[in-house]
Structures are given as structure tokens and as C-alpha cells.
């Protein structure tokens, strides 16, 4: 019968590290906010707003249930109360002191409520996972939105054979506005796709974050990488038949800020860094002047008008000019705006559908806290930008040891922060639901763990694995 030596030439075989089960309800959990968040307009569509807004309050006081005894423990760490993003905390503030002065106090509570609950699951998911926990869970999210949108615009063409409507709502005959489909039935005749989001713009920029996110966790090594190269497939061609252009031109701003940061990471000298800087500004300014001077053909190529389908005369216009009726403090907070509030029922109408943001996050910012919330805006987005560069291009140091490798990990702060940035120019995504979710859970965790896999909260702890696991050095 075999039996081991008394001199084995490797350690005896040992039994895998297993997750306690706790640890995998807190990261189901966690999967089930993001997908709550980043596909917010989904849960609307099949539930109504009332539904969405209880399903938003529910997930809200599930997190602080669990996350309240996380902190009287200290666990998985002490709650780093001085790293908190204080410029986006006072925003959210201010937002709510603008009641006020609100010229419409019913959105502004209701979407202060909806600003807060996202908040706080974002500080929450920041402190309960580590850096590599939450790309995977980000990528989780990814995959659930991706593969139900696959499975409802195959149904909407296989099944339904037509358009599907918001709560599957079945209106009498004549003519529909497309505008108001959840599904188009698109999948096999060229058109654009909604997915399950119900927008084809919201579908495009998902598939990119996923893109993102499934890149990282490939270069990180993570297992099955062939089923995860087939969802980075799927997600490329949402992302093509999606057919949004501000996502086309965030993908290359995103490809270009990755280029210049792996070509960071590739200098070993100050000298050489300022060389790469000097470089990237001179192109940089071509590329603004090109734009400039050739933006009339450059969204004609991409289908867009030159006033960028109706947005600067139609959209920026008219809400600057309502700015200037209080500039310092703005009109009061609403993000998104309230379309069945009198005050924009039909104040700009596009395609026969009350529009409900700016279309341009800083005029939207503006427009509703004024400077002072622009301030604390920018200031917010500055730091992330700030830290989210550094975070990617500086080599993990501290201590002697200059040596040591980069982690993919840190390539994604940088990457979404720009994806936003660029995005916020057309859209107000940036400062609601998934835009702001991903400005508050980044800016706290580089604060609070500004080395990936260093610190308490990044070490594998016996006290989230199973019973009789051993510690990772």
C-alpha cells in the first residue's frame, strides 16, 4: 500500500482554501447592488417607479443591517472614517440643504434619497471587499447584465416577434413612438440594441465597462479565461451593435489614456517620464486642434449633427439661461430630473419625450447647485482623477524595494474615472446612480487602500475562510 516517506521531496498535499459562506452571501450580495445600480433603468422597465424606488430603499437598509455590525466589529478592518471622499460627501450635502431654496422640493427629496442610498452601498462595497473582490465582483454584475440581455432581445425576436414594452404593457392600436420600447426587436435586423437596460447608449457604455473589467481580471489570470474571453466577445458586440458614438470616442480616450500608462510604467527615469508627458501634451494639442477644426465631419462619420444631436442649442441653451436665475447656489437639486413635476413637464420636450438631464454633467451641476456645488464637483472628480493616475503609473512602494511589479489591478480607477470624465461632456450619467456609485466606492478605496494587496483589509484573513483554512502568505 503506498504510504509517504519519511523523506518527501514536497510538502504533503493540503486541502484548497475555501471561502466561508458568509463571505460568499456578503459577495452574492454585493453582485446583487451593482447590477441593482448599473441596470437601474431594467428594474424600472419591469416594475414600474415605485418598484424600482423600493427596490432601491430595500437594498439601502439591507446594506446598512449588514454593514453596521461590520463596523462595531472592525471587520474586515476598521472604518478609515478620515479617508472618506469628503468632497463627494459634501455635494450630497449640499444637495440636500438646497431644499431650501428648491424651486421643485418634492424631486429634489426624492432623488436626494436615491443619491444617498447609492452613497452609501458605494462606501459599503468599498469597505467590505478588497481591490481584487471588487473587479470580480464588478465583472459578475457585467456578466448578469449581459447575458439577460442577450436572453430578452433573443426572446423579444424568437418568441415575441416584435417590440417589447416597459412592463410588458400591451397598448391598443396605432402608431408607437419607438422612443418608449424596452426592446426594438433589432437582434437580427441591423438595428441598435437596448438590451435589457432598455437604452442603447446605457448598453453601449456597460459593455465597455465590462470590457474593462474583463480585461483586468484576464490579465490577472483568473480561471476559465476561455469563457471569459467569450463574454469579452459578447460584450464588444453589445458595444458595436449598441451604436453609441460618446462611447466610441470613451473608448479611445480610454485606449488612449491606457497606452500612455503603460508607456509610464515602462520608464525607469524622471527624465524618461517627462519625456513620455512632453510628448503626450504635444499630441494631445493636435489632436484638440484637429478636433476643432474638423468637428463638423467628425460627427457627421460618426451620425451625430453638428449641434451634437440637438444638445447645444436645444438642451444647453435653455438651461443656462434658467442658471443664470441663481448662479451662486443654483435652482435646487434634481439628479435625474422629475419629468411628472410641473416644473419639467415639458419644459424641453426631444422626440416628443420630456428630456431629464442636461446632457452635460457640469451644466447640469450648474444648473442645480450652482458654483458652489460645480466647486465641490470638480473638486471631487479632480481628486479622483488625481489619485486614480498615480494610483496606476506609480510603482507599489513602501519600503527600500523599488522592484516591484505592477498589478493590472490599478489600471481600472483610471480607465472608468475617464470613461466618466469624457462621457460627462454629453451625458449627466456621471453624477447619478452607476456614474456616482463609481465616484464615491473609487475615491474611498484608493484613500483607504492606496496599495493593492497591501494592508489589513487587502490580506486574506482567517476570518472570512472556512473553518480549518490556512493564511496565505
Known sequence: MAQYTKHPVAAPPTAPE????????????IVLVLIATFAHSAVYNLVGP??????????????LAIGIPMLARSRPAPFLWRRLPWAALAYTAFALLSVAWSGWRVPTLITWVLLAAVTVNALFVAHALSWQEIIRALASAFKWILGLSLAIELW?????????????????????????????DNLFDGGRLQGIVGNANLLAFLSLFAIIAFGIRFSLGARWRTT?????????????????????ICAFAAAAVLLIALLIRRTSTPRGRAKV???????LVVIVVAALLLYRPILAMLGRSADLTGRSDKIWAVVLDKAAESPVIGLGFSSPWVPTDPAFDGWIVDHGITVFHAHNMWIDVLFQLGIVGLVLMAVAYGALLWRSWFFAVDRPRWDLRADRPFSPVTLLPILYTTVLLVQGMSESTPIMLWGWLLLVMLSFKMK???LVGV?????VRITERGRGARRVP
Open 18 to 29: 475555501r471561502e466561508s459562506t458568509g463571505h460568499l452571501l456578503l459577495r452574492g450580495y
Open 50 to 63: 415605485i418598484g424600482a424606488g423600493v427596490v432601491i430603499v430595500v437594498l439601502t437598509l439591507s446594506t
Open 156 to 184: 423579444a425576436s424568437l418568441i415575441v416577434h416584435g417590440p417589447i414594452l416597459p412592463n410588458f404593457v400591451v397598448l391598443p392600436g396605432g402608431k408607437i413612438d419607438p422612443q418608449l420600447y424596452w426592446v426594438r
Open 228 to 248: 471569459l474571453g467569450l463574454w469579452m466577445l459578447l460584450a464588444a458586440f453589445f458595444f458595436v451593435r449598441a451604436s453609441s458614438a460618446t462611447a466610441w
Open 277 to 283: 508627458y512632453a510628448w503626450c501634451l504635444g499630441i
Open 448 to 450: 483607504s487602500v492606496p
Open 455 to 459: 494592508g489589513l483589509s487587502e490580506q
